[in-house]
Nanobody, 115 residues
Framework: QVQLVESGGGLVQSGGSLRLSCVASGTFSRINAMSWNRQAPGKEREWVATITAGGSASYADSVKGRFTISGDNAKNTVYLQMSSLKPEDTAVYYC?????????WGRGTQVTVSS
């Protein structure tokens, strides 16, 4: 099992930036990839970005060019740098780890973007 703890959420004005962090801990042989999802009020959870253990990153079209996912394998940590934030980015952001035993997700961190 992998335990994940997100941090870095908060309130920011439209056009501002935030950096989310997620630390993985627990007993696991390796993590194949880490992802960020988000869920806005009244909406389904949606995928935001993924980074593989090899460093390959992919993004949802809605955040491409504004968000950057990065990782520190030595620290089992993944980051999500969010820039040019929009009110529609308001959501709870969840970090997930994909590993040979399956996947695990954190409890989320709230990001609120005011207009």
């Amino acid at each position: 099992q992998v335990q994940l703890v997100e941090s870095g959420g908060g309130l920011v004005q439209s056009g501002g930036s935030l950096r989310l962090s997620c630390v993985a801990s627990g007993t696991f042989s390796r993590i194949n990839a880490m992802s960020w999802n988000r869920q806005a009020p009244g909406k389904e959870r949606e995928w935001v970005a993924t980074i593989t253990a090899g460093g390959s990153a992919s993004y949802a079209d809605s955040v491409k060019g504004r968000f950057t996912i990065s990782g520190d394998n030595a620290k089992n940590t993944v980051y999500l740098q969010m820039s040019s934030l929009k009110p529609e980015d308001t959501a709870v952001y969840y970090c997930g780890a994909i590993h040979p035993g399956g996947s695990n997700w954190g409890r989320g961190t709230q990001v609120t973007v005011s207009s």
